[in-house]
């Protein structure tokens, strides 16, 4: 079992001077759940090496069991600060592909050619995709072997409008993940702010916020022991 994790390479929150990039609990989490079933990991990013960390995700009331978990483990530290470059990866090697979120791929993911040919291959070949929280912006410009947006009338989940409201970042992102799946025909549908939930689509799994991201992991193994 391969699965491939992608993060983001991108560091700066618009225009605001501060930094952004991934979040930790939302590569932690799934990464011991899909490490403790014993799959083979392979972390990419668009640059490769070590991909930035929101700082928010590092502060005292962001952590969980995985994050502890994470701090203490050396070995998946020096995993995280060698990702390999996203454009030297093919979704043929691998049995699945999980994307964390954090506000970073909302500008650099979303756009990345490699990373939209990516998804469009491993879905194409029957292969599970998943996305949580800010992640599913990657599914912005990918296309299904129609033509059409690959979310068209699949059921969808992402970070929704208010929860983008309440961290006071609606202006600031170059767009909100709610409507843009809205807009390319996904059935979007959440639950309560910051509570866990999933949603699957056959082999698309996308999950609303931090709380979701060990959930839709789980659910990407269920997908893959069928």
């Not at 962001?62 to 050396?74: L, P």
């Amino acid at each position: 079992m391969k699965i491939l994790m992608v993060l983001t390479s991108h560091d700066q929150l618009g225009n605001t001077g501060e930094k952004t990039g991934f979040w930790l609990e939302e590569f932690a989490a799934p990464y011991y759940v899909f490490k403790d079933a014993g799959a083979t990991l392979t972390v990419a990013s668009p640059k490769g090496g070590q991909p930035p960390l929101d700082p928010k995700s590092d502060a005292a009331d962001a952590q969980t069991d995985a994050t502890k978990r994470f701090r203490a483990d050396d070995e998946a530290q020096k995993v995280l600060a060698s990702t390999v470059k996203l454009d030297s990866v093919s979704g043929a090697d691998y049995d699945a592909v999980f994307y964390p979120g954090g506000h970073g791929p909302l500008w650099d993911l979303a756009e990345d050619k490699n990373s939209i040919e990516l998804i469009e291959n491993m879905y194409a070949a029957g292969k599970p995709v998943a996305a949580v929280c800010h992640a599913p912006a990657v599914l912005r410009h990918t296309k299904a072997a129609n033509g059409e947006p690959l979310v068209k009338g699949k059921s969808v989940a992402g970070f929704t409008n208010t929860e983008e409201e309440a961290v006071q970042l609606t202006n600031v992102v170059p767009f909100l993940v709610e409507d843009m799946l809205k807009e390319n025909g996904g059935n979007y549908s959440k639950g309560a702010d910051w509570a866990p939930y999933v949603t699957q689509a056959g082999n698309l799994i996308t999950g609303q916020n931090p709380a979701s991201s060990e959930p839709a992991a789980e659910a990407l193994l269920q997908l893959l022991k069928k």
